[in-house]
C-alpha cells in the first residue's frame, strides 16, 4: 500500500508562513504527480497546487505568488511553502499523489493524506 504522510501545520497569524511537507512510501514505481487540496468548513474541496513529474506546476489563483510548490524526486516528497498567509487559507490541507505503483502495468493510482490542519488567524 502507498502511504502519503503531511507535516507542517498549524496555527500561525496573519502575514506568517508555513513549510508543509508531505512524503509519499510504500509500493511506488514513479510518482507523475503530487500536490495539494485544502477544504474549509462549509467550502469544496479545492485544489491549492501541483507539481508534476517533468517539473510543471500549476496554482490556484488565490495562492499565486504567495505559495511555492516543490519537489524531492529522490524522497517522493512534496512541499507547500506558504507565506502571507491570510485567514482564509484555513482549512485542512490534503497531500495527492498520481502514480504508479507497478512498471510491469503501468496504472496509475490515485492517493491522498488523511489531512493537516492550517489556521491562519487574524
Known amino acids: 500500500q502507498v502511504q502519503l504522510v503531511e507535516s507542517g501545520g498549524g496555527l500561525v497569524q496573519a502575514g506568517g508562513s508555513l513549510r508543509l511537507s508531505c512524503a509519499a512510501s510504500?509500493?511506488?514505481?514513479?510518482?507523475?504527480?503530487m500536490g495539494w487540496f485544502r477544504q474549509a468548513p462549509g467550502n469544496q474541496r479545492e485544489l491549492v497546487a501541483t507539481?508534476?513529474?517533468?517539473?510543471?506546476?500549476n496554482y490556484a489563483v488565490s495562492v499565486k505568488g504567495r505559495f511555492t510548490i516543490s519537489r524531492d524526486t529522490a524522497k517522493n516528497t512534496v512541499y507547500l511553502q506558504m507565506n502571507s498567509l491570510k485567514p482564509d487559507d484555513t482549512a485542512v490541507y490534503y497531500c495527492?499523489?498520481?502514480?504508479?505503483?507497478?512498471?510491469?502495468?503501468?496504472?496509475?493510482?490515485?492517493?491522498w493524506g488523511q489531512g493537516t490542519q492550517v489556521t491562519v488567524s487574524s
Open positions: 495527492n499523489a498520481e502514480l504508479v505503483e507497478s512498471g510491469w502495468s503501468g496504472r496509475s493510482t490515485t492517493h
Open positions: 510504500g509500493r511506488i514505481f514513479v510518482v507523475n504527480t
Open positions: 507539481v508534476t513529474r517533468s517539473g510543471g506546476t
